[in-house]
């Protein structure tokens, strides 16, 4: 039997799910898919794999994942890992497996890949939702974030290949199809473009939905197909990540408050009955108590309600862990007022 436990973000749940099929005619084998997101995170992940040993003595357990492409050193030197991938390996995991391996670990340069991974897959078990895998990888630098360290260069899956992986999973019956991807409006040529090519292609659709996006890459074109196609899901959760315009510049994102309020204003505007969810950091290096507030102020001028909050959590590696940082108790406190601000969802 083939178990795949997975960490961290829907990326991750996709990729598992791709991996589980590969590996389906094997037996013993255990893969850890891991997250890198938080230092915590990380911890979650080795403290895991070491259960795992203990529980299954025989088994084959293979460590990939985000956490392994930033620290492969770190999982290697673990005696509970049997084999060590990175990303762009884990694609070809089967292929790896069934070689007479002498390297416990192949992690090569992420930043050196520039074509985008074999993960078609035809269901995933135990779901309702389908999500499909629009691109890879990431061109910006927010200053919390090490993910386009774990993922590399902004890769875009061509149209043709994403539309025939939804027809796929709708004749399984899945009836929810959600596009993701680790910067999914950064689709190459175009998000909109896409969303567009798609709908043309399957009118049909039952549901379209989105993962998590990115405030200042939504143009009007998004908006007119929200307008025009009632098969689009009327929720969009939005990184946001704070509501005071001076820590978004730390952070290095590239929307403003002003711009998160017009865009809800935009899409209620042509789909009344929307609804809203955003991803939002509590404690960020340098957030003031009126910061703080401005981002409390946000949630509730914006009216988003499906809340996923984080207190902040410093990641090696990046400009904001050099910064000054706010207590953690603290950080805590705000990420708990923020949570009664609307509904929690881990979606």
Not at 289 to 303: D, I, M, P, S
Request: hydrophobic share 35%; aromatic share 6%; charged share 25%.
């Amino acid at each position: 039997m083939v178990k795949v436990i997975t960490f961290g973000c829907r990326i991750n749940a996709y990729e598992s799910e791709v991996i589980k099929e590969k590996l389906s005619h094997l037996d013993d084998v255990i893969v850890v898919n891991t997250c890198a997101v938080t230092q915590e995170a990380e911890r979650q992940c080795r403290q895991c794999l070491r259960k795992l040993r203990r529980e299954n003595p025989t088994a084959r357990i293979v460590a990939t994942g985000c956490a392994v492409q930033i620290n492969p050193q770190k999982f290697s030197a673990m005696s509970e890992v049997d084999l060590v991938l990175g990303n762009k390996e884990k694609a070809s995991i089967d292929k790896i497996l069934s070689q007479d391996l002498s390297e416990k670990s192949i992690v090569g340069d992420i930043f050196s890949y520039d074509g985008h991974d074999d993960f078609i897959i035809t269901g995933f078990e135990g779901r309702q939702r389908a999500f499909v895998q629009i691109q890879q990888g990431c061109d910006h630098r927010c200053t919390y974030c090490i993910v386009p360290f774990a993922r590399g260069h902004n890769r875009s899956v061509p149209a043709q290949e994403i539309i025939s992986q939804i027809k796929e999973l709708l004749a399984q019956g899945f009836a929810e199809i959600c596009l993701t991807g680790v910067d999914a409006c950064s689709y190459k040529p175009s998000f909109s473009g896409l969303v567009k090519e798609i709908l043309a292609a399957i009118p049909l659709i039952p549901s379209l939905q989105f993962g998590s996006l990115d405030p200042a890459a939504i143009d009007d074109e998004f908006i007119k197909l929200v307008g025009k196609y009632p098969n689009i899901a009327p929720h969009f959760h939005f990184s946001v990540q704070s509501g005071d315009n001076l820590i978004l510049k730390r952070m290095k994102r590239r929307h403003s408050r002003e711009d998160v309020i017009n865009l809800c204003a935009k899409i209620r505007a042509v789909r009344p009955e929307a609804t809203f969810g955003a991803d939002f950091i509590c404690g960020f290096p340098t957030e003031t108590k009126e910061q703080f507030e401005n981002t409390v102020k946000l949630v509730q001028e914006a009216g988003i309600t499906h809340l996923h909050v984080f207190p902040y959590s410093e990641r090696p590696g990046t400009p904001a862990a050099l910064m000054p940082q706010v207590d953690v108790e603290e950080r805590r406190r705000r990420a708990h007022i923020l949570r009664q601000q609307g509904e929690i969802t881990n979606d």
